[in-house]
């Protein structure tokens, strides 16, 4: 009992954040880790630069599926753009009331989306419309629309009011200080609302393997066939998984960048 | 003294786990982990094993039951070793796999010389196993499977390097039973096809494999209204199989000699689903990727809702779901309101795909361990076994069909299950006295010839074993040509059926793709990736089009009111 331990473990506020960081180490670190590994082992777990070459090359498809993910993903962003700036903006324009609409617009969230999903599909079947392209967008759009207005309004909502009022005070009609004040100002919460849409949009593959009866294969799909489907493509599907993650990195790249910008611009 | 008081406390407590524990170490309990597909067992049977087994070694048993739902997946956790399980169910490729892997067991179930005694098997049961009650069933097994799988595997070679046999050969009957089996096929919906005229037979047969293509066989379409009605199984095996099946009998496959140098013309069904080279792969991939605009989509598990449903109006089907959804489908306002099954199984005349799944021992279990294992898969050969088996699951056991029809219980409990009016097997009992079928009312007495589906027992067999009946010269005659939802026993009635063309060497085994297992995956994913992609490019140049005019718009609108506006305070101007 006479030496004393070299290191003495102190109850410090910082403790408490330990647990999670190990579980962040566990769970997000080390797979990722893996699949990084994956992606230079062939079938035989030797180390090779094939899987890269196989997707690359396209002989998978899984350049084409990227590109059409691409475009769906932006479609979708696009539209819930369109659909959701107009209602953020009136959100938080009339701000004494919205509480209760912000809240009908989270509370489907609170259904599960394979459920809201499934009914989605089954209410097209009972509408006779046929499934394919058109209804993989709008079961898109519905789920993901949430995610493109909450961080809208969030925006919107802390907009100093001084500002709009000194445009209005300088001369400019509404359109003016709409243009010139209000967009560059939310300008954070689109960037932000649109990789929050983005992002799910190109990696999902329950909405389209639902809504078009996996007829719409996308990006999604491609990653989930090749860990869950077959047994020797582990190295393709880390491949896909890593350019998945690119995506990733550069749209928060993409998010930092802006919002550093406005901190320049408001000072 | 409150210290010593929470001391005596603690040691009282410590004791009494012990004590605990040595209780249960006194009653040892032989344990048997069950890796099989989900629903791919009758629930009660591993009940009554554990009473069998109590009954034959006189020991104590529990089973536990873990599934997994593709071969894939099993794969993937045995060679890992994730799992601890004394016996899987894979499908014969799967098991082709293991054996190359040398991850197998071998069981000897079946002896070399056909005796059918299992000589080496039940001399390696340990004492506790009671041999006068002990009934060796491996002679119940079909010969017919043991001889589909003889011919197309043959002796497997021993791939894994680090094994000490390796480059040896096996056999896969050595290492194996076989449990269940049943054919690929085409379900589809009766109704519908009656309304577009495609429910003949002879346009049926003439377009084969080419119904999932929309293809008549004449290089015509098979109807408009199947254009978009059809659903794929999303399983890259099956849908490789319909899809060659499908290019040799629409003549796409003519002028084409396979890398072995035998021209496809001349395969067989088992040639053709084995010999997968680049050529052939190239045409597979073409095909899927132009299929995919005659399809509903791909299934994994709602293809049967979506039929029942109307969504889809043909489905590429196992046997045993299509019959489990043929017994849902049942309409009464059909057939004039005589009610009549809305949907059909159909198994091409010219090629078709038939597996098998069996019981085997992986290698990670104690060797001196298998008595539970041999006992439990010796077990579901009783025929009174298989036949419940049968009942609950829809494919067909591997137990023969002649020592089914030979056994009394198993007889009742299709009997039973059918209700067929057979009053000479009305009451069966198991060992304990507890009641396994039943063809009684409530007070006990035989029911009256008017309550029971079928006729009599021997019209039942001929239905049930070799889907048809007996006509005045002893002919056996299909009930429905078109309709194979019956067609339980190929291995029975194949032979015997003179209206039917078909044989046993239609129906092909198909061997793991090997080294080949890649390109088929790279093939099946560029088939799934591409092929009607049209509608994205026209996706992307529509919402291009709306956003130009949307922008368009609000340019138009901004200019408009400026003009206006320039226009108002030039008439203040004036007034001025």
């Not at chain 2, 197998?104 to 039940?122: A, I, R, V």
Request: glycine share 6%; with cysteine.
């Amino acid at each position: 009992m006479k030496n004393k331990p070299k290191f003495k473990f102190r109850l410090t506020r910082r403790a408490f954040a330990y647990p999670y960081m190990i579980f962040m180490l566990l769970f997000v670190v080390v797979p990722l880790v893996i699949i990084l590994i994956n992606a230079f082992l062939d079938d035989n777990k030797q180390f090779t630069f094939q899987n890269f070459v196989e997707f690359f090359s396209d002989a998978g498809g899984g350049l084409t599926v990227l590109g059409n993910s691409l475009v769906i993903g932006l479609v979708t962003t696009l539209i819930c753009l369109v659909i959701g700036y107009p209602v953020a903006y009136f959100l938080a324009k009339y701000h004494a009331s919205s509480r209760v609409f912000v809240l009908l617009f989270i509370l489907p969230m609170w259904v599960n989306f394979l459920i809201r999903t499934l009914s989605t599909k089954a209410l097209f079947m009972q509408l006779n419309v046929p499934l394919g392209m058109g209804t993989v967008l709008f079961g898109m759009v519905y789920n993901y629309l949430p995610y493109m207005i909450l961080p809208l309004h969030t925006t919107l909502v802390s907009i100093d009011h001084s500002y709009i009022e000194a445009a209005e005070d300088l001369g400019a009609d509404k359109m003016t200080v709409f243009l010139k004040t209000v967009l560059p100002l939310s300008l954070s919460g689109i960037v932000s609302g649109v990789t929050m849409t983005f992002i799910p949009a190109i990696s999902t593959f329950a909405i389209s393997e639902i809504l078009s009866s996996s007829k719409i294969f996308l990006f999604g799909d491609a990653i989930n066939m090749h860990f869950s489907k077959t047994t020797n493509s582990l190295g393709v599907g880390s491949v896909m998984s890593l350019v998945m993650l690119l995506l990733v990195i550069l749209s928060n790249v993409a998010v930092n960048l802006t919002s550093k910008d406005e901190e320049v611009s408001a000072l | 003294m409150k210290r010593s008081v929470s001391v005596i406390a603690i040691l009282l407590l410590c004791c009494l786990v012990l004590t605990a524990f040595a209780a249960c170490k006194q009653e040892e309990v032989d344990h048997l982990v069950i890796y099989n597909w989900a629903d791919y067992i009758f629930d009660q049977d591993l009940e009554e094993f554990e009473a069998y087994y109590e009954q034959v070694t006189g020991r104590k048993i529990e089973t536990t039951y873990v599934t997994f739902d593709t071969n894939e997946t099993m794969l993937t956790r045995l060679t890992r070793g994730d799992t601890n399980v004394d016996v899987v169910c894979p499908s014969e490729y799967a098991i082709q796999k293991l054996i190359e892997l040398d991850m197998l067991l071998p069981m000897h179930y079946f002896d070399d010389d056909n005796s059918n005694e299992g000589k080496q098997f039940t001399s390696d049961l340990s004492a506790n196993v009671d041999k006068d009650l002990y009934q060796h069933n491996s002679g119940n097994v079909e010969q017919g499977i043991l001889d589909k799988v003889n011919e197309t595997f043959g002796s497997i070679q021993v791939l894994n390097e680090e094994s000490a046999d390796y480059g040896k050969t096996r056999r896969m009957t050595d290492y194996f039973v076989p449990y269940m089996y049943g054919t690929l096929g085409i379900l589809y919906n009766k109704v519908e096809f009656a309304e577009m005229g495609i429910y003949d037979e002879e346009i049926l047969n003439q377009a084969n494999w080419g119904i999932l293509f929309n293809d008549d066989g004449n290089g015509g379409t098979l109807s408009d209204k199947l254009t978009g009605k059809i659903l794929m199984k999303d399983s890259i095996r099956d849908s490789y199989a319909a899809t060659v099946f499908y290019l040799k009998e629409s003549g796409k496959l003519d002028d084409l000699v396979s890398e072995s140098g035998k021209p496809y013309s001349e395969m067989s069904a088992a040639e053709l689903i084995n010999a997968v080279d680049d050529g052939l792969l190239e045409k597979v991939k073409d095909a899927l990727s132009a299929q995919k605009e005659q399809l509903f989509g791909y299934e994994v598990d709602f293809g049967k809702d979506d039929l029942l449903s109307d969504n889809a109006v043909v489905d590429l089907a196992w046997s045993g779901d299509a019959m489990y959804a043929v017994e849902e489908s049942w309409d009464d306002s059909l057939n004039d309101g005589e009610g009549d099954y809305k949907l059909g199984y159909y198994v091409p005349h010219t090629y078709g795909n038939i597996w098998f799944d069996g019981w085997v021992v992986p290698v990670t279990r104690d060797i001196t361990h298998t008595d539970a294992i041999k006992l439990f898969i010796n077990y579901l050969n009783r025929p009174d076994v298989a036949a419940r088996n049968v009942l609950e699951i829809g494919y067909s056991a591997a137990v023969n069909a002649d020592s089914i029809k030979a056994d009394d219980r198993a007889k009742a409990i299709l009997a039973e299950g059918y209700s067929v009016y057979a009053p000479e097997l009305w009451y069966v009992e198991d060992e304990d006295g507890n009641s396994i079928a039943q063809l009684v009312d409530d007070s006990g007495e035989p029911l009256a010839e008017e309550d029971y589906d079928y006729g009599s027992w021997d019209e039942f067999e001929m239905y049930f074993f070799q889907n048809g009946y007996e006509d005045e010269e002893g002919n056996v005659v299909s009930y429905d040509e078109i309709s194979d939802s019956n067609w339980r026993y190929p291995f029975a009635s194949a032979q015997q059926h003179s209206s039917d063309s078909r044989s046993l060497d239609s129906l092909g085994v198909m061997r793991d793709f090997g080294d080949k297992n890649h390109d088929v995956v790279t093939a099946w994913n560029y088939a799934r990736s591409t092929g009607d992609t049209g509608s994205t490019l026209a996706l992307l140049g529509w919402t291009a089009l709306a956003v130009a005019v949307a922008v368009g718009a609000v340019a138009l609108a901004i200019w408009l009111k400026r003009v206006f506006r320039h226009k108002v305070r030039l008439r203040d101007g004036t007034k001025d």
